[in-house]
């Protein structure tokens, strides 16, 4: 079967950092996997390279678009070949492939409908290279993802139907696994369900990128930055072109980090239906990175470095760590003390010392020939355990869930680490039951074979020295007898460095810490009358209200305010309600609360309450007009 792996078409405006390194890394995970199965597999990563942020860069910078984009691009793909990703297409959006495919697309769907000429007027954030809704801006003109200032945009503009594929986005939604996690997939249909419109797709503000097709004689309109930038995982396998490798669209997998979900998982499909072309099978989001619990930010100067982390405590043991650390979808934190408790306690103990144990133990009990005929006779509640946490763990990995998927992998190791102690084979060779004895070594070297073989896609180069010192090579059709068939198999064992060095301190110096002014411990601060009349509450009914997956204290809420459009808010108090209860029910929301951020959702207002042992939300004591103001 063939297999199409795509990361995000990353953007040059700066080098790469460790959330584009987490997305490339479970990309490459997957591809090792798939080809591990047996299947042909296309992994294309590479880099966006228009639009206006480009454009005003590199003139900052005294450089051409061009120059800028090639540097930048360059320090991408140092870095994936530095990390040993194994991609097999890189492109470029620069690529005049890739330009003559999207004047082809726009062509196309053109001559479909579903482009038409107009004027567009909104505040509008380069760096995120959107238009967002007054009712979503911070403080009226800030970016609600970047927090930058928004510009006020009025040109001429071409733009795309979105607002006719409402339906069908939906239908699609109901399909299993079409986007990943869940909650992800939640958070798309209630965007969708809340109303399209349509999507702006060309600028004239700027020259960078690439035209609309010159029939139209309107050379004036650039295409838009995501409709030319989405079209890359088309063109790149001949799309508008020659069609060379279409072949391997339709059983493709996107990774995606959650800030670009929105673009991935409704303008993407609402674009291959306009082209007719099948549906991606899976788009998987994942969560942002912090740093020692904070945000990482240049002027904090705790933007971690992958390069810099790999060099100071390994590729392989930073690949580890990445995955293992947090579940797909959540956010989740570096630390170097994380990294260094993973290193020492799982890589070095839990997995390099079973290798060293079983090496040694074959040399003592059997001149290094492990012979598995009797591990049946001894040990059947072992092997059987063992391979339900293999096919687990394969389970895992087909749902992109690489905590889990390691997780139970580290189950396999206890198992057999467990066993050794259980039964001492040192004592039972003392008593006389070398068979015994031995039939145990050859229980726990298939073990660890097994996991071997379904770690190589995470730990390709410590999983091929495990394979080398028990005397095998790892393939499909190994692959196959050890994980898929649960065979049992004989071994030859041989001496080998260690696995993993123990960490005994941070190999990275730290970022300086910022200094935050102490608060003020004084008494509730006094306000007067005209204070309090600058806050705006209303009441409004909650129409959904859903726990955040990740989280065991947040719901989030969709609350109708007498507005246009029903208001998100996120709300602390899942350890008190259940979410069913609460819907329908009318609520007070200080609603002039300056929109924030939580846990990756947008917020724009609070639901008030009463604390006092237990939580009570404020509420009236019968049903009034939502919308109606408290005070």
Known sequence: ????????????????????????????????????????VIFKTGTDEHGQKIEEAAAKRGKTPQQYADEISAKFRELWDKFEISYDMYSRTTDKNHEIGVQNVFRKMYENGDIYKGEYEGNYCVSCESFFPSNQLIDGEYCPDCGKKTRILKEESYFFKLSAYGDRLLKWYESDKCILPLGKKNEVISFVKSGLKDLSITRTGFDWGIKIPSELKDDKHVIYVWLDALMDYLTSIGYGVDDAKMDFWGDTLHIVG???????????????????????????????????????????????????????????????????????????????????????????NELGNLLNRIIGMSAKYSANIINSKDVLKYYTDEINEAN????????????????????????????????????????????????????????????????????????????????????????????????????????????????????????????????????????????????????????????????????DKLLRFMIDLGEEAPRQIVSGIAKFYNPKELIGKQVCVLANLKPAKIFGHISQGMILSAEDGKLTLLGTHGEVKNGARVG
């Open 258 to 348: 959650k800030d670009i979900l929105r673009f991935h998982a409704v303008y993407w499909p609402a674009f291959l239906m306009s082209l007719n072309l099948p549906m991606p099978r899976t788009i998987a989001a994942h969560g942002w990175w912090t740093r020692d619990g904070r945000k990482m930010s240049k002027s904090l100067g705790n933007v971690v470095n992958p390069a810099e982390v790999a060099e100071a405590y390994g590729l392989e043991q930073f690949r580890y760590f990445l995955l293992r650390e947090v579940p797909f979808g959540q956010d989740g934190d570096f630390s170097q003390k994380a990294i260094i408790s993973r290193i020492n306690s799982e890589l070095a």
């Open 1 to 40: 079967m063939k297999k199409y792996i795509l990361t995000p078409i990353y953007y040059v405006n700066d080098v790469p950092h460790i959330g584009h390194a987490y997305t490339t890394i479970i990309c490459d995970i997957m591809a090792r996997f798939y080809r591990l199965q047996g299947h042909e």
């Open 388 to 551: 339900a946490l293999i096919s687990s763990a394969i389970a895992q990995l087909e749902e992109v869930a690489t905590n889990r998927y390691l997780e139970e992998l580290w189950k396999a190791l206890a198992l057999a680490n467990g066993a050794i102690a259980k039964y001492e084979p040192w004592n039972l060779i003392k008593n006389g039951e070398s068979e015994k004895a031995n039939a145990l070594v050859a229980l726990v070297a298939n073990i660890l074979a097994k996991v071997a073989v379904l770690l190589s896609p995470a730990m390709p180069k410590t999983a091929d020295k495990i394979a080398s010192a028990l005397g095998f090579k790892i393939s499909t059709e190994i692959y196959e007898k050890l994980c898929l068939r649960g065979e049992l198999l004989d071994y030859s064992a041989s001496a080998c460095e260690p696995l993993f060095a123990k960490v005994e301190s941070e190999l990275m110096s730290r970022p300086e810490a910022s200094v935050e002014p102490k608060k003020d411990e004084n008494a509730e601060a006094q306000i007067k009358i005209d204070d309090f009349a600058k806050c705006v509450i209303k009441v409004g009914k909650v129409l959904e209200c859903e726990n955040i997956e990740g989280s």
